[in-house]
């Protein structure tokens, strides 16, 4: 005869009486955690489990990055200039451009610190022509720093889209920021295409910052 220790004893009393419960319908009186009685029930052996698997389930409290969004005017700007030049703009007489910065931008953390820091927001409109085509874009260009943390997965990033006063005209793609590594300073460099009919009516765009899980260092 097989011998068991008093604890494995203990803890086939504990697993009849949850499954006794389930099927007279008391689930909330389990007391034992859901994977270890899913288990028991499926005819799994429970015995060779460790101890702690009686305990419930508690639920992890993940650090979380608030969502924050703001607003960036778009104002006319000379088409030219090094940040132009850097960008690649064609210098034509036809070149349309539009600019805006700001020049900070955070995300905290739920007990008040920053978490996340966007700094240099630069947002850059050009309409101009490539051959026979008339084309336009939105660059939005940043530095982001992550403070004592890392993402738990590929960070959320952001999203923008263009804005007529209020009137939201074009969403742009959400996309993820260049953030390898936790207490650096990153470049960031986007680009967006956008009809030229929408460029010439945007007068601000909206930029938020995704919510985001994180891992603390």
């Not at 799994?44 to 969004?69: D, G, Q, W, Y």
């Not at 940040?83 to 020049?103: A, E, F, I, N």
């Amino acid at each position: 005869m097989i011998r068991r220790r008093p604890d494995e004893r203990e803890l086939d009393h504990d697993v009849n009486l949850a499954v006794r419960q389930m099927r007279n319908g008391a689930r909330k009186a389990l007391p034992v955690a859901p994977i270890l009685l899913k288990g028991c029930v499926k005819g799994l052996n429970c015995h060779f489990l460790s101890r702690f698997c009686r305990k419930p389930f508690m639920e992890i409290n993940v650090p979380t990055l608030a969502e924050n969004t703001t607003f960036i005017e778009l104002k006319a700007a000379k088409p030219t200039g090094l940040s132009l030049t850097q960008l690649g703009v064609p210098q034509l007489d036809c070149t349309v451009v539009k600019k805006g910065k700001l020049h900070e931008l955070n995300q905290m953390l739920e007990d008040g610190r920053v978490g996340r820091r966007f700094q240099n927001v630069r947002v850059t409109g050009v309409k101009t022509r490539e051959g026979e085509v008339e084309t336009a874009k939105i660059f939005i260009q940043f530095e982001v720093f992550g403070d004592d943390n890392v993402p738990q997965a590929d960070n959320s990033g952001f999203a923008a889209a263009l804005m007529a006063g209020t009137e939201s005209l074009t969403p742009l793609p959400p996309t993820v920021a260049f953030l390898p590594y936790a207490r650096a300073w990153f470049e960031n460099q986007f680009v967006f295409d956008v009809p030229t009919a929408v460029f010439d009516c945007a007068e601000r765009i909206e930029l938020t910052l995704k919510a985001d899980k994180v891992r603390m260092l």
